[in-house]
Every structure is written in C-alpha cells, then in structure tokens.
C-alpha cells in the first residue's frame, strides 16, 4: 500500500523536516541528523535552490539515508521525485489530481490530511497512512487520540508544531507510526 511507505515509517520513526536555503548547509545539516541517529530526510520543495539540495543530498549521502521529498502538491512535483529516484514522497495535503502520478510513480507516499473528511477521501483511495498536519494547530494528541476511535486502521505521521519535550507523547499513541518535525535539524 502507497508504494511501501510503512517499512520507511516504521524505520525512521522521526521524519527531519528540512527547509534548504543555501547548498552550503548540507553537509552541516547531514552531520547534526547523522549526530542524532537519524538516517532519514524530508526535504522540502520551498525554496529556489530545492530541487538542486534534493539532488545534491542524494548524490553525497544518498547511501547513507532515506532522501524523501516534502511539499508536493502537483504531478508536476511527483515526476521531479521519479526523476531523481527519491525514497519516499510526502505531501501537506491531498487532491484529485495527484492520486494517479502518486500511485503509480512506484515512490512510497504518505499524503497529508487534517480533517475526518479528509481521511476518509483518502480511505476512498485505498490508503490508510497520512501525515497528520498541521497537527498541533488540529488537535494534536486529542484529535489522534478520536480518530482512533472512528478510523481504527489509519495510521499517521503527525506534524506541525512537534518539539523536543512533547514529541515523545505523539510516538506513545499507537496510530502514530512516526513523527515529522523541522525542529530535529536545529
Ligand atoms: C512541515 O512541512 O511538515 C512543517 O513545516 C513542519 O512543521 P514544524 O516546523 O512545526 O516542525
């Protein structure tokens, strides 16, 4: 289901969300995740030198870690990461148009959602893992703690306002498989 992304949740149960401003910074970025016994990166498609960080990270420690790819929201997005051959795929949210080029990039994926609506758009795709987010600002521990109630097989990757003291509490929840947060590259 949605190309594997369990087996890359379950390995890296916390997910670097990582903004890349300025290529000089990945080699400082690589040592402080690596410091942390982190082996795995989700750098997203924010800024102008994105798509060169991804390629760059990938060609220089590309054996060492899982490199994925955040913020995709077009197809547009999906075929850059096929090109590259990224790890893994995550978006902030989910739409119609890219629930084909996702399914059939062969890239393991993990959509976003914050809503039950949502979730259950995504359930209507045959999938059962999302990114919770921004899960601080949707409710946080006592939204996952609900909707484990209503949608028992989902699981998430919660993200969005987590930190150092309260991440541990999210990881406890047994629908979170793994947690996202860009404070771990700090
Ligand atoms: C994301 O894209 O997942 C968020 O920017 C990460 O949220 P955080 O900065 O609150 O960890």
Known sequence: ???????????????????????????????????????????????????????????????????????????????????????????????PAMIEPLEKSGIPFIPGVSTPSEIIKGLECGWKFFKFFPANIFGGIDALKTYANIFPSVKFCPTGGLNERNYKDYLKLDNVVSIGGSWLSK
């Open 1 to 95: 289901m949605q190309n594997n992304i369990l087996q890359i949740l379950e390995e890296n149960p916390l997910i670097p969300v990582v903004t890349i401003n300025d290529l000089n910074d990945i080699d400082k970025i690589y040592i402080r995740l690596k410091s942390k016994n982190v082996r795995c990166i989700e750098i997203t498609l924010r800024t102008d030198v994105s798509r060169e960080s991804i390629k760059l990270f990938k060609e220089k420690y590309g054996d060492d870690f899982k490199v994925g790819v955040g913020t995709i929201v077009g197809a547009k997005d999906v075929q850059f990461c096929i090109d590259n051959r990224v790890d893994f795929m995550v978006s902030p949210g989910l739409a």
